[in-house]
């Protein structure tokens, strides 16, 4: 059993800052991609940025040059710094992690999410 543990969610005004942090935890053996989603309301949970098994960094569009993701591979760690936050940012953030267990299994774990409000 894997488990993502979010924190660092809030309500900041436009143009602030927040961090977010997730740390896997659990009967882990390997860890191939983790990362962030977000899902805003009326729409479908997609992809913020992620570190890719190959040790890239992959950002969408919308966060390039404000969102930066860092990762401790030692602790199972990743966090996301989201600077000049705007309103478009709003949304349920998830963890995500593409996980082998002790096991040899391979799957996808999520976090619970948590939410980020960006308004005046």
């Known amino acids: 059993q894997v488990q993502l543990v979010e924190s660092g969610g809030g309500l900041v005004q436009p143009g602030g800052s927040l961090r977010l942090s997730c740390a896997a935890s659990?009967?882990?053996?390997?860890?191939?991609?983790m990362g962030w989603y977000r899902q805003a309301p009326g729409k479908q949970r997609g992809l913020v940025s992620l570190?890719?098994?190959?040790?890239?960094?992959h950002y969408t569009d919308s966060v390039k040059g404000r969102f930066t993701l860092s990762r401790d591979a030692a602790k199972n760690t990743v966090d996301l710094q989201m600077n000049r936050l705007k309103p478009e940012d709003t949304a349920v953030y998830y963890c995500?992690?593409?996980?082998?267990?002790?096991?040899?299994?391979?799957?996808?774990?999520w976090g619970q999410g948590t939410q980020v409000t960006v308004s005046s």
């Open positions: 995500y992690a593409d996980v082998s267990d002790r096991g040899r299994n391979r799957f996808g774990a």
């Open positions: 659990g009967s882990i053996l390997s860890i191939y991609n």
């Open positions: 570190f890719l098994y190959n040790g890239r960094t």
